[in-house]
């Protein structure tokens, strides 16, 4: 299985799943919760506060990244 993701607008979750495994237990760490499942394999996680975790992140990035860095091409 690929990535695949469903983004709540209302909740303002954004949720990428790795596996199609059933998940055993979690862990919060923040705004992110990542699911697991019995052999401690990621198989999900949910990020709370999509909106803002992820406008940090694409400042955070940019501040680093070259100059020659375009969102445009991710």
């Known amino acids: 299985m690929g990535s695949k993701y469903n983004y709540d607008p209302q909740a303002d979750i954004l949720a990428i799943y ?20 019995k052999k401690d ?10 909106t803002k975790f992820l ?6 990035i940019t501040k680093s990244s ?4 375009s969102w445009a091409t991710v």
């Open 18 to 37: 790795f596996s199609d495994s059933p998940f055993d237990y979690a862990t919060e760490m923040g705004d992110l919760i990542v699911h697991f499942d």
């Open 41 to 50: 394999n990621p198989v999900y996680v949910e990020i709370l506060n999509a």
């Open 66 to 69: 070259p100059k020659s860095f």
């Open 55 to 60: 406008t940090r992140a694409k400042e955070s």
